[in-house]
């Protein structure tokens, strides 16, 4: 059974930076490589208005949705998991890091059926400038979230092994920083894509 995981003397020092420099480095690359696409988005939005206005009417909200719950969701259990291994509890660490893998899973099922429902309506990549940007975008954020799952597994298998402890826990916490960055970056996706008109 999972607990819930709760604040203990063992929380870092107020001020510190989880992770390490290195997965820092990586995260702003990767926000770099977003504020690119995003100004592309609003560039080619600012020429082909018409385009932007209709495209998101043809897109699967259900879906979007989905994969923001499944997204949010994954952030909320990784938390859980560096709280519970900061308390000394890498068992239940470890389960809330399976959920955060089924929250992976089934952001790339979703996936898997929106671009079904797509192609079954018509919605490829040359349908148009909106669509374009729209599989750009989704695909690039695919190939970030894979990259996350290959760091998740490695991050299970250590805390499997005990190579983590309260005092220790580094690989974790950089892990997490990088799925909370590449949850941020679908929380400007979504509303972008699917939301606004």
């Avoid at 209709?54 to 989905?66: D, E, K, N, Y």
């Avoid at 560096?82 to 979703?110: D, H, K």
Wanted: charge should be neutral.
């Amino acid at each position: 059974m999972l607990l819930t995981a709760t604040r203990s003397e063992q929380d870092p020092a107020e001020g510190r930076i989880p992770g390490n420099k290195g997965i820092w480095a990586g995260i702003l690359s990767e926000m770099t490589e977003f504020a690119l696409l995003f100004g592309v988005y609003f560039i080619a939005r600012a020429h082909f208005p018409e385009d932007f206005r209709a495209g998101p009417l043809q897109l699967s909200l259900f879906a979007g949705t989905l994969n923001t719950i499944l997204m949010i969701s994954g952030s909320y259990f990784v938390a859980n998991a560096v709280i519970a291994m900061r308390q000394n509890r890498p068992e239940i660490s470890l389960r809330w890091l399976i959920l955060v893998l089924l929250a992976a899973c089934g952001y790339f099922v979703t996936k898997y059926f929106e671009f079904r429902w797509n192609v079954g309506h018509g919605v490829t990549g040359r349908t148009g400038i909106f669509f374009t940007v729209y599989y750009y975008l989704t695909f690039t954020h695919m190939v970030h979230v894979l990259w996350g799952i290959m760091g998740l597994l490695w991050v299970m298998a250590r805390t499997k092994t005990g190579a983590y402890s309260p005092q220790d826990h580094e690989g974790m916490e950089a892990f997490a920083s990088y799925w909370h960055a590449t949850d941020l970056v679908w929380l400007i996706i979504f509303p972008l894509l699917y939301l606004l008109h």
